[in-house]
């Protein structure tokens, strides 16, 4: 079956760094559109970036663009989110997921179990 396996979450001070892994299996990577998306508790899940099979289509949230980077591996069946510039409000658990293109939850079909990121201030 599909998993989606994140790793890389953590506390952090404002301002520093980190760097999100996914990795994929269970299912044809290099076809499937990445995204990452966080949720905060009692709020909806967001959109924070994707990236196409080619990697030549990115998007990014407004609120990430120009501090966050997504890449992928596909000869590793991974995707990556580097954190920097990272701030208070960045502070909620990350997911992974896996489908077609869009900001929409509605756009991806499999979701890993989310990463929690904490950013002190």
């Known amino acids: 079956q599909v998993q989606l396996v994140e790793s890389g979450g953590g506390l952090v001070q404002a301002g520093g760094s980190l760097r999100l892994s996914c990795a994929a299996s269970?299912?044809?990577?290099?076809?499937?559109?990445m995204g990452w998306f966080r949720q905060d508790p009692g709020k909806e899940r967001e959109f924070v970036a994707a990236?196409?099979?080619?990697?030549?289509?990115?998007g990014y949230a407004d609120s990430v663009k120009g501090r966050f980077t997504i890449s992928r591996d596909n000869a590793k069946n991974t995707v990556y989110l580097q954190m920097n510039s990272l701030k208070p409000e960045d502070t909620a658990v990350y997911y992974c997921?896996?489908?077609?293109?869009?900001?929409?939850?509605?756009?991806?079909?499999?979701w890993g179990q989310g990463t929690q990121v904490t950013v002190s201030s």
């Open positions: 997921a896996a489908g077609n293109w869009g900001r929409s939850t509605a756009n991806y079909g499999y």
């Open positions: 269970g299912l044809t990577f290099s076809r499937h559109v």
């Open positions: 990236i196409s099979w080619t990697s030549l289509n990115i």
